[in-house]
């Protein structure tokens, strides 16, 4: 018997080893299954909205005669279809976008106030699932479509993927060390690339087979899996708050968003370095997402003229390179490049792959542009890591939410923008928008110049702003030359001290390691 308890004992702390070695990576786990749901609703709910409106009409979903193409007065009915379907998802975008905007913000500045960033997690997943129900509900009673304004006002409610955006960042650069962030950051970013291309296949083909009830039940799943992950086995990150830049006023608005104002003060070059990272991160987001939802639009016409499934296949596999492009990227390249240095590859393989879309009009050897974009995606993580060493730790649940709510915006109006662009210059030059889009990456660019001769014998730790204690933030200090050859335990860390307090292994004391 007592064997027995040995050995169950022994497998359970064996089993508890492994799980904290897991743990930190679970947010990469409700990461993956956050964006499956979110990526296959996006293509889903359009696709049903405009089946709804074709049978609104009396359509159908192809055309057999060419008389069921016109009305009376020689208009077509399928482009009148096409109009108010097209009118109606940009408006749920907006329903959804718009409240995004604001609570984000809010969480951002709650997560901060509490020291609770699991809520930038568990409530965009809660979000998604009732997304899900109100569409399943939707379509087992005949539900009138004005119950998809509640269900994307709901998702924007819970700060739908910005917010899980902002969660999951400071997640993971807050549970690596600094090295290894933007690593760390690459691997999140290929995790979505992935969902998208897996999505983008599902969906094409799974609604031409079973209809819109199973895709829906499973985004509904996916979204409870993120939800009970990021809920009840991600563990809060446990950082020191600065008491210095907290308020204690007894207003509750005041002591929660008061400490967001010293962002705006960019009195400091690291400061101006998180802001010139931000914008470029959201410039380049402007293109990125523009063109991507443009591209479905120009494939589908001429010279062109392919099919939905053909084209969801070419935007699958292309983001499945640019996948593994930014997974193995960054590990490699660090070795020898600074992460701006990576940042400048990534806009460089966007502008020559976008060029070759706007210039070949060859249905072949456009397929060459997928691996000409192969660095498409590294721009991201690179400029996220940018922007979480110019900030301390206690205060990154803020800024993240600020930079993410603007990523939020961009999401609805950028491909509104290219989309208008696209439709004005279609009758002279289709690949027009993507040489405007090859001349708006001048604008990232110009940012990140900026961030290299700003941060040209920068030191590349944080530095705090001033009025700022120091604290612990859960990184290691990096010790003398002279003592790395011993073997060292860290005893205690005191947050009042600038003092760390370490024992030696072997016989020679150790002097205390001054930060």
Known sequence: METVRRIASQSNAHCMEMLSEVQPYLVEVAYFFFFLSRHMTLPLFQEYVQSEFYKQNNLKATVTEPWELYTGNGSSLYDVAHRESTLAILSLQIAEGLPAVVTVIILGAVSDRTSRRKILLWMPSLGGILHSLIYIFILYTSWTLDGLFMASALRGLSGSMTAFLAGSTFFAINTTQREKRSSRLAIQESLNGIAYAIANIMVGYWVRASGFHQPFWFTLICSCIAFLISFFLVKEVKVETNSSNRYDTENCCIDTFKPMTRFFRCKERKLLIMWLAILAFQSYAWVHLGQINTLV??????????????????????????????????????????????????????AVGTLWLAVVQNEVVIYFAIFLLVLELIPFPMLRAVVSNSIDTADQGSLFALMHCGEGITYFLAPFMFQSLYADSIDYFTGFVFVLSVILLVIPVGFVIAIKFLSTGQPGEYERMEGETEMTTGEEVPLPASQEDKDISVIAVSANQNVINTEATNEDAVEPVAV
């Open 297 to 350: 639009l120009y494939f589908t016409g001429s010279p062109y003229h392919w099919q939905s499934h053909k084209v969801g296949v070419f935007l699958s596999v292309a983001m499945g390179v640019a996948s593994i492009g930014v997974l193995f990227t960054p590990p490699v390249l660090r070795n020898w490049f600074s992460d701006i240095h990576i940042t400048f590859g990534g806009l460089f393989s966007k």
